[in-house]
Nanobody, 125 residues
Framework: QLQASGGGLVQAGGSLRLSCEASGRTFNGHTMGWFRQAPGKEREFVATFRWSDLSTKYSDSVKGRFTIARGNTRNTLYLEMNSLKAEDTAVYFC????????????????????WGQGTQVTVSS
């Protein structure tokens, strides 16, 4: 099970840190993803992280503003969001897949097996 938390209401330009925690397991060897979904829109890739090689990838819309950070244990992953914009408003989901996801499929929601319940991020302009 994945648990996403840390969402809330923030003013434009502000920051939030989202957490993704696994219960009963660790992320060892997993590929992790953060996605978001705004009302009436499709689920959108935000960022990914591979525990195997500690590599990251970000969507162009968040690059330079969002950062994935590891927890001290391998069952927690964070998404640090800075310089938030109104268009970042969405429900944010964390996802995981046991093993490696090829680069071309990192941004595809279908590549991930496990999903958290989502946490709402609202950015007021």
């Amino acid at each position: 099970q994945l648990q996403a938390s840390g969402g809330g209401l923030v003013q434009a330009g502000g920051s939030l840190r989202l957490s993704c925690e696994a219960s009963g397991r660790t992320f060892n060897g997993h590929t992790m993803g953060w996605f978001r979904q705004a009302p009436g829109k499709e689920r959108e890739f935000v960022a990914t992280f591979r525990w195997s090689d500690l590599s990251t990838k970000y969507s162009d819309s968040v690059k330079g503003r969002f950062t994935i950070a590891r927890g001290n244990t391998r069952n927690t992953l964070y998404l640090e969001m800075n310089s938030l914009k109104a268009e970042d408003t969405a429900v944010y989901f964390c996802a995981a897949r046991s093993g490696r996801v090829i680069n071309s499929q990192l941004g595809n929601p279908s590549s991930y097996d496990y999903w958290g319940q989502g946490t709402q991020v609202t950015v007021s302009s």
